[in-house]
Nanobody
Framework: QVQLVESGGGLVQPGGSLRLSCVAS????????MAWYRQAPGKQRELVAA???????NYTDSVKGRFTISRDTAKNTLYLQMDSLKPEDTAVYYC?????WGQGIQVTVSS
């Protein structure tokens, strides 16, 4: 049974940082591309960042230079380091691998 479990969300002030984690189980973590998506209230879910099995990355334009996606194969964990956070980054963030999704975790950027 595949499980993706996110952690690390919360409330942060504008300009602050958070690091999201996604622990994967039941899947051969090292061979698949993985991604972070987010969904803000009233908006469609959007791709934030993705990373391939060999470490190539891509980001949506709005987070380039502020967010960093990475993976630790030994720990079966995907990360999203989020710096210089803005109120418009407020959303539920989801970890994704193939057809599998995490439960989502809330990130709120507000003063």
């Amino acid at each position: 049974q595949v499980q993706l479990v996110e952690s690390g969300g919360g409330l942060v002030q504008p300009g602050g940082s958070l690091r999201l984690s996604c622990v994967a189980s039941g899947i051969i973590f090292s061979i698949y591309s993985m991604a972070w998506y987010r969904q803000a209230p009233g908006k469609q879910r959007e791709l934030v960042a993705a990373i391939t099995s060999v470490g190539s990355t891509n980001y949506t334009d709005s987070v380039k230079g502020r967010f960093t996606i990475s993976r630790d194969t030994a720990k079966n964990t995907l990360y999203l380091q989020m710096d210089s956070l803005k109120p418009e980054d407020t959303a539920v963030y989801y970890c994704q691998c193939r057809k599998f999704w995490g439960q989502g975790i809330q990130v709120t950027v507000s003063s």
